[in-house]
């Protein structure tokens, strides 16, 4: 490429060092060599750079002196663009010793930012704890000097570089190399480079580089100061540093801004880029504990920043070792509620680099249990045995009507205290269960006052019967299973009846009496009362009349025939059972026979509540034709014979028992005649 007239590039590096604002120029010159340790700050140790450069590389030694081994080493190549392409053309960037044998080196460089506009293209490379090669050496001739050198795709016909290597810089790349950013752009007149702005580590320094086509003036970032100077007819290079916030514990960030004063169209690039110190060296933490009182616990656990946890005794240290240096949270935890911490359960710790230090924590305890006394006072009557009471429904024990319990090595605050197993028939008197606070290493009393009412009744039961032909008596049961007997006009009394409803029955009334009202029926007994119901009773005695019958029950095969007249005083019957197919079942259960009887005298009564129905009983003979040996004497009864209409009505009805034959029914034929006043 042929340049057409005088061509000057202008290129400046500047650095700075991490800040909580923009960095400031308060430290002139260049730092003294030194060799690089891990304890101190960023600084320069060597700085170097050409111009006027060409072909497919672009070298420059470290002459007069080496940097130290273990530095980083920040090489800027600035050339001018032969492809217009805007691409990178450095293959690779190496380094080698100044000798005619060109020894390599062998450290790595890695690309870290790369900017190109119009026809001008730079690029920085960064190689960390750099080695093999001799350390500081110093002669401006000699051939132990260290080269760096870029390594072309294409020929240049102007380039460049600077090299500078910094002490006090991570020796691991990934961990050394911080934020960065490049920009670009065209301008004329008055016209500001910038690259943007990144975020600066605590104690990191900001490295930043710029370069124009343009043959003007400009004005540095404030806040920087020039890292080197150097022109040559072509070419015109100028950077700058400032280290006055090398050392600095807070984190910021950096803007660098470059003014140029273009007189012609012109083109610019900057980048920007952090280099982070390495970690301080790590500390140690010795973590006490003191603990006195009662009560006290098995031990605590120790947690440093959250992540970090050891158990230690109740009187006892910890170490925790390789902890960052600076400000750690350490807390105590498992600390019981009966124990205070008097620095508080977390502490603020800071840990100097390579040193130790140490924490207590003071814990004081107080008694954790006490004492409960369980008192009982209970007044009335039908009183209990006894109770059982019950803590926090797990502690249990029984306890009488008037007396005490002890509950030992409660813990202390509150507790739920029930009185269990009360009668019905008792009532106690406030909250129960109720809370009871026992206190630490104390005792703790509460009492139950409980009143008891009695708990059973009387029932008498009283009997008023009228009318006549009246029975000698009946019983009376209550709840189905408690009976006494009891005159027709007679009291009977139930004691000791639970109170409550109970079921009261009249039993044994003979059918010609009737009972008024529910029977049986319920009855409340009053607790320690006496409850009274009365049965009233009316009977009624032989019919003064006559009733006579004749007909058919029964229809098809097997029906039966019979006839009768019956009074007070005297009765025959006649019934026949007609089983043309002999013995079967039901009526037919003894085939065909002839049943005479007659009836007793005074059995002759109307039925209760039937005014037309009458029923007798008697004995008889019955002759059997199909079951000879059935043939005998036995008991009948008409349990029920109605006249319920005329003749031919179907509402006549018979219902009679002989022995075990039964037969019951509306007349199929036949009638029921009452005659009243017979």
């Known amino acids: 490429m042929t340049l057409s007239g005088p061509r000057i590039f202008v290129a400046t590096a500047l650095l700075a060092g991490g800040c909580t604002e923009r960095v400031g120029p308060e430290r002139p010159g260049l730092p003294g060599s030194e060799f690089a340790t891990t304890a101190d700050p960023i600084a320069l140790d060597q700085v170097n750079g050409t111009f006027n450069e060409s072909g497919t590389t672009l070298v ?68 960390t704890n750099v080695q093999n090669f001799p350390d500081a050496y110093s002669n401006p001739s000699g051939d132990s000097i260290l080269v760096v050198q870029a390594n072309l ?83 015109k290079g100028d950077g700058e540093y400032d280290a006055e916030f090398a050392v600095q514990n807070t984190a910021g960030t950096v803007d660098p801004q470059w003014t140029w004063f273009f007189t012609l169209p012109s083109t610019w690039l900057a980048s920007v880029l952090a280099l982070n110190a390495p970690p301080p060296p790590p500390g140690n933490l010795i973590v006490t504990t003191s603990t006195s009182g009662s009560s006290l616990p098995s031990g605590y656990t120790v947690t440093v920043d959250g992540s970090q946890s050891q158990s230690i005794g109740i009187n006892s240290s910890v170490t ?49 249990t006490g004492n409960l006394t369980v008192t009982t006072s209970t007044s009335g ?33 509150g507790h739920s205290v029930a009185l269990t197993n009360v009668p019905s028939n008792c009532t106690v008197s406030g909250s129960n269960p109720r809370t009871v606070m026992v206190p630490s290493g104390g005792t703790a009393t509460t009492t139950f006052t409980v009143s008891c009412t009695a708990t059973t009744g009387n029932l008498t039961v009283t009997t008023s019967t009228s009318g006549s032909n009246l029975p000698n008596g009946y019983t009376v049961t209550v709840d189905g299973s408690q009976s006494q007997s009891i005159g027709v006009n007679g009291s009977v009394t139930f004691t000791n009846l639970s109170a409550g409803s109970h079921s009261v029955a009249l039993t044994n009334v003979p059918s010609n009496c009737t009972v008024s009202g529910s029977n049986p029926r319920m009855v409340t007994v009053p607790s320690g009362g006496t409850a009274t119901t009365t049965f009233t009773v009316s009977c009624s005695g032989p019919a003064g009349d006559k009733m006579t ?130």
């Open 60 to 127: 420059k030694g470290f002459n007069p002196t080496n940097p130290h081994v273990g530095d980083a080493i920040l090489a800027t190549f600035f050339w001018i663009d032969p492809t217009m392409t805007h691409t990178n053309i450095i293959t690779s960037v190496t380094d080698r010793l100044a000798n005619t044998a060109h020894t390599p080196v062998g450290n790595t460089y890695t690309l870290v930012e790369f900017v190109s506009d119009g026809d001008v293209s730079m690029a920085t490379y960064l190689a």
């Open 153 to 235: 795709a294409v020929p240049v016909v102007d380039g460049g570089l600077l090299s500078s290597a910094w002490t006090g810089v991570n020796t691991v790349s990934a961990q050394a190399l911080g934020a960065h950013r490049s920009a670009s752009g065209t301008g004329m007149g008055t016209t500001i480079a910038d690259p943007g702005t990144i975020p600066v580590n605590a104690g990191a320094l900001a490295y930043a580089v710029t370069l124009s086509n343009g043959v003007v003036g400009f004005t540095t970032p404030a806040g920087f100061t020039t890292l080197i100077t150097q022109s040559d007819p072509f070419m």
């Open 320 to 368: 925790f070792t390789n902890l960052s240096a600076g400000s750690h949270t350490v807390a105590l935890s498992g600390v019981p509620a009966n124990c205070t911490v008097s620095e508080g359960n977390t502490q603020t710790v800071t840990v100097p680099s390579g040193g130790t230090v140490t924490t207590t924590f003071t814990v004081s305890c107080t008694a954790t």
């Open 381 to 413: 009557s039908n009183l209990p045995n006894g109770y059982t009471v019950t803590v926090d429904g797990t502690q249990s024990q029984s306890i009488g009507v008037n007396a005490s319990v002890t509950f030992t090595n409660l813990s202390a605050g």
């Open 549 to 678: 019958g004749g007909g058919k029950l029964g229809s098809g095969r097997n029906f039966a025939t019979f006839g009768f007249e019956v009074s007070a005083t005297k009765g025959t019957l006649e019934w026949v059972q007609h089983c043309p197919n002999g013995p079967s079942s039901g009526t037919c259960a003894f085939g065909s026979f002839t049943f005479h009887g007659n009836a007793t005298p005074g059995t002759y009564r109307a039925v209760s509540g039937y005014p037309n129905c009458r029923t007798w009983s008697g004995t008889g003979t019955a002759k059997d034709q199909d079951v000879p040996s059935a043939s005998g004497t036995y008991s009948f009864t008409v349990n029920t014979a109605c006249d319920n209409g005329e003749p031919g009505r179907g509402k006549d009805m018979i219902d009679i028992s002989i022995a075990s034959y039964h037969n019951a029914g509306v007349l199929t034929g036949g009638n029921i005649q009452l005659h009243k006043g017979e």
